[in-house]
């Protein structure tokens, strides 16, 4: 009998490591379960946030490509004032120089003529690249310069003091003019001239 109570003592010590083992393993395990969790959790966090990272710097690299482009769509080839002789019959004045060209001898490549008259000053282009703009207001951009000459391009119009006009060159620049004085005949007109690449 002693030997079955001794038997059945060994039996229920086992038991008991046993069960205590295994629910260290279980303990162990769940930790290291939950310990991968958590780590494939920060893992996915820090992932998600160094792609998020990444993914805003890409949005921000795209922007700096972008706001490049722009830069470098809205270069400024010249920008100032200009005084351009009026003589007759005609000047003639190309913007694809810097400084701009002005000359009483026909042209080649010319952007506008100033040409004296009745009236006092006549601002012409005779492909119709000139484009009017009210008088005033903010000063035009590239793109707005673009949009006028394409909805309101003409060939001419009067250089009268105030008067504002876009621009496009010969070799395809676009630029924004504004009569600062005019002579009202032959004689010195001033103008500010921004000339785009």
């Given at each position: 009998?002693?030997?079955?109570?001794?038997?059945?003592?060994?039996?229920?010590?086992?038991?008991?490591?046993?069960?205590?083992?295994?629910?260290?393993?279980?303990?162990?395990?769940?930790?290291?379960?939950?310990?991968?969790?958590?780590?494939?959790?920060?893992?996915?966090?820090?992932?998600?946030?160094?792609?998020?990272?990444?993914?805003?710097?890409?949005?921000?690299?795209?922007?700096?490509?972008?706001?490049?482009?722009?830069?470098?769509?809205?270069?400024?080839?010249?920008?100032?004032?200009?005084?351009?002789?009026?003589?007759?019959?005609?000047?003639?004045?190309?913007?694809?120089?810097?400084?701009?060209?002005?000359?009483?001898?026909?042209?080649?490549?010319?952007?506008?003529?100033?040409?004296?008259?009745?009236?006092?000053?006549?601002?012409?282009?005779?492909?119709?690249?000139?484009?009017?703009?009210?008088?005033?207001?903010?000063?035009?951009?590239?793109?707005?310069?673009?949009?006028?000459?394409?909805?309101?391009?003409?060939?001419?119009a009067d250089f009268t003091p105030g008067a504002r006009f876009c621009v496009q060159t010969d070799q395809g620049r676009v630029a924004s003019i504004e009569a600062v004085s005019s002579p009202g005949?032959?004689?010195?007109?001033?103008?500010?001239?921004?000339?785009?690449?």
């Amino acid at each position: 009998m002693a030997v079955v109570f001794l038997g059945f003592a060994v039996l229920v010590a086992a038991a008991v490591v046993f069960l205590t083992a295994g629910r260290g393993g279980e303990g162990e395990a769940s930790a290291g379960a939950d310990g991968s969790q958590g780590g494939a959790q920060e893992g996915a966090q820090g992932s998600g946030t160094e792609s998020g990272g990444d993914g805003g710097g890409g949005r921000g690299e795209a922007a700096a490509e972008d706001s490049a482009g722009q830069e470098q769509e809205d270069t400024v080839l010249f920008e100032d004032e200009l005084s351009v002789e009026v003589a007759s019959p005609y000047t003639y004045v190309d913007l694809d120089t810097d400084p701009p060209l002005r000359t009483d001898s026909r042209i080649d490549g010319r952007d506008f003529v100033l040409r004296p008259n009745i009236d006092g000053v006549a601002f012409e282009n005779s492909s119709g690249g000139i484009a009017p703009l009210p008088e005033g207001g903010q000063a035009p951009d590239k793109a707005a310069c673009l949009d006028a000459i394409e909805t309101n391009g003409t060939s001419g119009a009067d250089f009268t003091p105030g008067a504002r006009f876009c621009v496009q060159t010969d070799q395809g620049r676009v630029a924004s003019i504004e009569a600062v004085s005019s002579p009202g005949g032959v004689g010195t007109a001033t103008l500010q001239a921004t000339v785009w690449e």
